[in-house]
């Protein structure tokens, strides 16, 4: 489902698919080839919008609200996400039911252990791995996971093509 606020309507590209069981309100931009999975809400009932790049997908269960918050390229949100923080950089994966809270940035690149909680106003550099309950950096992310994160948005690209051609 697909609401105005107000005055405030999202903006969805051509090629994205919005999952007819998503709820996505206010003033949102939803970039080229994205996904946005049943069960998913997305919320932009703030001053300043949010904004979602290009070939982003947001999996089932997942919740985003925000205030002025930007999600680069090619990020991937796992199932049943919170997001509530003001930068995702570009190709950061945050795994399943993590929380990424008010005022936090995640740098490119990064990923968040499935099950993590970052916390309040704290940013994450590039390249970083971060686990746990509250998120630490651990290490970089290797080659090999920057790849695989590459990798699972552009197979969500796919998937979503085949969602989108049979009208769900």
């Known amino acids: 489902m697909i609401r105005s606020l107000g005055n405030k309507t999202p903006k969805i590209a051509e090629t994205a698919w919005v999952s007819e069981a998503a709820y996505v309100v206010g003033h949102v931009e939803i970039g080229q080839?994205?996904?946005?999975?049943?069960?998913v809400t997305i919320r932009a009932d703030g001053a300043e919008k949010i904004v979602i790049g290009d070939y982003v997908?947001?999996?089932?269960?997942?919740?985003?609200?925000?205030?002025?918050?930007?999600?680069?390229?090619?990020?991937?949100?796992?199932?049943s996400v919170v997001v509530h923080g003001k930068y995702i950089?570009?190709?950061?994966?945050?795994g399943n039911n993590c929380t990424?809270?008010?005022r936090s940035t995640l740098g490119k690149r990064c990923l968040i252990a499935a099950n993590s909680v970052?916390?309040?106003?704290?940013?994450?550099?590039?390249?970083?791995?971060?686990?746990g309950v509250p998120g630490v950096i651990k290490r970089e992310v290797t080659q090999e996971q920057i790849a695989?994160?590459?990798?699972t948005a552009l197979s969500l690209v796919e998937h979503a093509k085949e969602f989108k051609a049979c009208g769900l």
């Open 33 to 39: 080839y994205c996904s946005i999975w049943p069960g």
């Open 148 to 151: 695989q994160m590459k990798r």
């Open 100 to 102: 990424f809270l008010h």
């Open 89 to 94: 950089g570009e190709g950061s994966l945050l």
């Open 118 to 131: 970052v916390l309040v106003g704290v940013d994450i550099p590039d390249d970083s791995f971060v686990t």
């Open 57 to 79: 997908n947001v999996q089932e269960g997942s919740v985003i609200h925000g205030n002025g918050l930007v999600i680069e390229d090619y990020v991937t949100i796992g199932h």
